[in-house]
């Protein structure tokens, strides 16, 4: 059973840049690809976006200007970076494997959250 | 983006009642759903994909039907533990795979 473990900042002054890691064990991050999510009280669940072993990613295009998501399948990490960080991006994230192709695809391991408050 | 809205947006029901709750897509996604029950404080977790199957180590009382537009998600003899937040993702049509807002199932 693959296990994920996040961290990173949890408090930002507006304008800085969010930057958040989440390790891969029990599993190979070889495969498949990794999805980052967040969580707020006026938005709900939100997709942020995806990033396979390869490289190859897909944005929430909201959110696609601010954000990158990048991998490193020495270290079974994937990471991402939000940049200009504003009271509206204060929320839980999450860190997420997802599984399966085409209609299988799903999000079946989650990391703890992190949550993450922009304040001045 | 593809819109998807849950109802009830509570429901007050007891141990060993039958829920059911609904998720409607903006569009269809034929079966590319997934459902996932949220207790306070946790992070989410996979209840069932492709609108009908049933998750490794998911209790069978969980089951998910529908496709195309309507979708839903029943829990029979609800349990103490059931007792959380419902979410339906759609992963049909990306970017980005849009959430549902949420079914809060709590104590009659």
């Known amino acids: 059973q693959v296990q994920l473990q996040q961290w990173g900042a949890g408090l930002l002054k507006p304008s800085e840049t969010l930057s958040l890691t989440c390790a891969v064990s029990?599993?190979?991050?070889?495969?498949?690809?990794w999805s980052w999510i967040r969580q707020s009280p006026e938005k709900g669940l939100e997709w942020i976006g995806e990033?396979?072993?390869?490289?190859?990613?897909h944005y929430n295009p909201s959110l696609k200007s601010r954000v990158v998501l990048s991998i490193d399948s020495s270290k079974s990490q994937f990471f991402l970076n939000l940049t200009s960080m504003s009271a509206a991006d204060t929320a839980i994230y999450y860190c997420?494997?997802?599984?399966?192709?085409?209609?299988?695809?799903?999000?079946?391991?989650w990391g703890q959250g992190t949550l993450v408050t922009v304040s001045s | 983006d593809i819109q998807l809205t849950q109802s009830p947006s509570f429901l007050s029901a007891s141990v060993g009642d039958r829920v059911t709750m609904t998720c409607r897509a903006s569009?269809?996604?034929?079966?590319?759903l997934a459902w996932y029950q949220q207790e306070a404080g946790k992070a989410p977790k996979l209840l069932i994909y492709?609108?009908?199957t049933l998750q490794s180590g998911v209790p069978s009382r969980f089951s998910g039907s529908g496709t195309g537009t309507d979708f839903t998600l029943t829990i029979s003899n609800l349990q103490p533990e059931d007792f959380a937040t419902y979410y339906c993702?759609?992963?049909?049509?990306?970017?980005?795979?849009?959430f549902g807002p949420g079914t809060k199932v709590e104590i009659k």
């Open positions: 492709a609108a009908s």
């Open positions: 569009q269809d996604i034929d079966n590319y």
């Open positions: 993702q759609q992963l049909n049509t990306y970017p980005p795979f849009t």
């Open positions: 029990g599993g190979s991050i070889s495969r498949d690809y």
């Open positions: 990033i396979s072993h390869r490289g190859t990613t």
């Open positions: 997420a494997k997802v599984s399966g192709r085409t209609v299988t695809r799903r999000l079946d391991s």
